[in-house]
């Protein structure tokens, strides 16, 4: 049952999404103050013979380190699928946050957010797919129904966005999202590796490195853990953990033969009695449309493209420590499985403490272009657990500071092929 102060949140967003939604330039507004508006909202067309078009919202650095042409820039894509990434913008990352600890004469509050990612570098939201939030689609029959599709839309708005100001042009790209943005944020730098080689310099995008939170990117091998996750958090007993290994093997059973619905709808029903759900509730996502366009897709493995990533291109993966829904045992599941020729040397490299204002702040395991972070503190949603770990884990990541800087030594006293047994 969703809580109380869940419900005012999300009624207080949806005032200040109706509220963005009207801003074609940013001016005052009744409901913002001037520092709180974007630096540039608009649409970016996705398909010239349709007028689809996706969302955005853009926020410069607020305090650059470098020429503008050359500050990077996040790009930020919401999980769902189908839910606005204005959920990320004033609730996880955004230079501002929806506060409920209000006057009783306002509607909302908004207080600057610590946090933020955009505060060495620019920071982009984009509704994504088309029919997410405030994004259009002019059709059913356009939104996205594979990760290809989702890319290739992406694609085109990005381009369009980084053509407005000749600023845009070359900065390094960073792209980031969390749980399904697991598939988004590996298929756009998978598919801008592709692109860019048959196209002019000028007209090529300038991808820098890939961040995933929390994401759901390898469903099958994933899925294959969820039992083992939460019997050893003491959230089940051993009966009820092999009643759970039955119903996630069912949903393995189905992908691998390509029973992609069922398959779907058996991971739907292992997370419910995971959870303790009710089998008759209703399994409720942010879009329900763009939720049934992408059915197939839930169960397919994005793994290949993050292979193809982490050997051109620097890949941060990051989990908060008490997430059980896209778990950091999940994730180093499938990362073991990964082809890629420094695999052996990760999984040897030293797990280091992580610190943060002289604190401790998590873990954080690196080799070549991988890097692993788990945040401690945080659950599904890590920028809003620990605003303060994520904008240094972000900041540091990019500008290959402190655990970010340089590889570790292998740490030889560690035999892997325990994990194996």
């Known amino acids: 049952m969703e809580s109380t102060s869940s419900k005012v949140l999300k009624i207080l967003l949806l ?25 540039k909202t608009g649409y970016l067309p996705v398909n010239p013979a349709t007028s689809s078009a996706m969302f955005y919202a853009f926020y410069e650095a607020q305090k650059a380190i470098s020429p503008l042409s050359e500050t990077p820039l996040i790009i930020w894509l919401q999980g769902g699928p189908g839910c606005t990434s204005m959920v990320g913008n004033f609730m996880e990352l955004g230079p501002w946050r929806v506060s409920s600890h209000k006057a009783s004469s306002k509607p909302f509050a908004l207080e600057q957010n610590p946090g933020s990612w955009n505060h060495l570098f620019g920071l982009l939201f984009l509704d994504n797919p ?15 129904r594979n990760q290809y599709s989702v890319a290739k839309h992406l694609f085109s708005a990005i381009t369009s966005f980084v053509e407005l100001d000749p600023l845009f042009k070359f900065r390094p790209l960073y792209f980031a999202g969390e749980s ?37 990117t390898d469903p ?33 059973k189905l992908t691998k033969m390509g029973n992609w619905k069922e398959a779907t709808n058996a991971r739907i029903r292992e997370v419910k009695k995971a959870l303790g759900v009710n ?4 399994y409720e996502l942010c879009s329900d449309i763009v939720a049934a366009a992408l059915r197939d897709d839930f ?26 829904r896209d778990s ?94």
């Open 220 to 252: 099958v091998t994933q899925v294959a853990t969820h039992a083992m996750n939460a019997y050893y958090s003491g959230l089940i007993n051993e009966r009820q953990r092999n009643e759970l290994e039955k119903a996630q093997w069912e949903a393995v």
């Open 15 to 39: 005032l200040i999404l109706h509220n963005i939604a009207a801003l074609s330039t940013p001016t005052a507004s009744s409901l913002f103050i001037n520092e709180a508006l974007p630096t």
């Open 279 to 282: 089998e008759s509730m209703v």
């Open 328 to 421: 950091v045992v999940s994730t180093l599941a499938s990362v073991k499985t990964m082809k890629w020729e420094g695999l052996s040397e990760f999984l040897m490299a030293e797990r280091r403490v992580w610190e943060v204002n002289g604190e401790l702040a998590g873990y954080v395991q690196k080799w070549g272009n991988l890097s692993h972070v788990v945040v401690l503190g945080a659950g599904h949603l890590v920028p809003t657990d620990q605003p303060l770990s994520s904008q240094a884990m972000i900041e540091d990541w990019i500008l290959e500071k402190g655990l970010f800087g340089y590889d570790e030594k292998v740490d030889e006293s560690i035999d892997f092929s325990l994990f194996d047994k």
């Open 130 to 144: 088309i029919g997410t939030g405030f994004s259009i689609a002019s059709t059913l029959e356009e939104i996205p």
């Open 180 to 216: 399904y943005a697991g598939k988004y944020v590996p298929a756009i730098g998978y598919y801008m590796l592709k692109k860019n080689p048959y196209l002019a310099m000028s007209k090529r995008l300038n991808l820098a490195g890939i961040a995933i939170g929390n994401g759901l």
């Open 299 to 324: 169960m397919k493995s994005m793994k290949y493209m993050v292979e193809l990533l982490v050997k051109k291109s620097k890949v941060l993966l990051y989990q908060g420590q008490l997430d059980l």
